[in-house]
């Protein structure tokens, strides 16, 4: 199955590199695709709880779908998450 979310928190390439890098590592997720304009993350999964498991890491790394809460804490993971992806890039 195939999805596009819409999440919180996108800045730049280092957070796309992040996401893609964390999301493609669990297992039955492939293809991340991260389109900055839009902040749209998009990838393919096997089951629902694979679904669920992307989501939760997501908001864990700083980037919570949208109409999900996004306190102080979940911005600042994003920045985090973001110089890593920048590091790592």
């Known amino acids: ?17 992040t996401i893609i890098t964390r999301l493609s590592a669990l297992e039955n997720i492939e293809n991340v695709l991260v389109n900055n304009d839009n902040d749209m993350v998009t990838f393919n999964y096997k089951e629902d709880d694979n679904l669920s498991e992307a989501i ?20 600042a ?5 973001c110089a890593v992806g920048r590091m790592n890039n």
């Not at 199955?1 to 590199?17: D, F, R, S, V, W």
């Open 77 to 81: 993971k994003s920045f985090v998450s």
């Open 56 to 75: 939760n890491l997501l908001s864990k790394l700083g980037y919570p779908i949208v109409g999900e809460s996004n306190p102080l804490t979940k911005k």
């Open 1 to 17: 199955m195939k999805t596009t979310l819409e999440i919180q928190n996108l800045k730049c390439g280092g957070c796309a590199n």
